[in-house]
């Protein structure tokens, strides 16, 4: 998946009959749906090894948008809840930790995912995430990140 997903197929010879491929496929928007909210469940999964592939093929298909060459599968700009997920799941278990609670197993596992996630995409493209996720997410981010790690 992570590869259709950074790199998706050609399409089928264009319908005017004269056998040139129209482009690389694209998702229809219901399909798209439905692999983000997916890969979102996947990145928070308790097993490590699918928080693994999860965040792999999340970073995949934003880098592969970012690299251009005509290819969009799931950029960042088409992909609104994904920074606001990674973030509500840092912040989550940010206030656990603020509050003196030990972390409960999916809260980990949240947070784990998603740090990973953020990283993958973080050092893949890292000038489309500053572009498209703006200055107010790293402001929410920093603090998040100081109060796990203290």
Same mark, same amino acid.
């Given at each position: 998946?992570?590869?259709?997903? @950074? ?14 491929? !129209?482009? &690389?496929?694209? $998702? &229809? =928007?219901?399909?798209?749906? %439905? ?12 097993? /490590? +090894? /699918?928080?693994? *592939?999860?965040?792999?093929? *999340? ?6 948008? +970012? ?6 599968? $799931?950029? #960042?700009?088409?992909?609104?809840? $994904?920074?606001?997920?990674?973030? !509500?799941? *840092? %912040?989550?278990?940010?206030? %656990?930790?603020? +509050?003196?609670? &030990? #972390? ?7 947070? =784990?995912?998603?740090?990973?996630? #953020?990283?993958? *995409?973080?050092?893949?493209? &890292? ?8 200055? @107010?997410?790293?402001?929410? $981010? ?9």
């Amino acid at each position: 998946m992570k590869n259709a997903l @950074a790199i998706p197929p050609p399409a089928p010879p264009a319908a005017d009959g004269s056998g040139v491929p !129209g482009g &690389p496929m694209r $998702l &229809p =928007d219901d399909v798209s749906a %439905e692999i983000r909210g997916n890969l979102l469940r996947s990145v928070v999964d308790p097993q /490590v +090894a /699918v928080r693994r *592939v999860a965040s792999s093929a *999340v970073s995949a298909s934003c880098v592969a948008s +970012a690299a251009g060459e005509g290819r969009e599968s $799931l950029p #960042l700009s088409r992909w609104p809840e $994904l920074l606001p997920f990674l973030l !509500g799941c *840092v %912040e989550s278990a940010s206030a %656990e930790v603020a +509050a003196g609670r &030990p #972390l409960s197993a999916e809260a980990a596992a949240a947070m =784990d995912g998603s740090l990973l996630t #953020l990283r993958k *995409v973080l050092e893949d493209a &890292p000038a489309q995430f500053e572009r498209e996720s703006g200055p @107010a997410f790293a402001t929410r $981010l920093v603090p998040a990140l100081l109060t796990c790690l203290s």
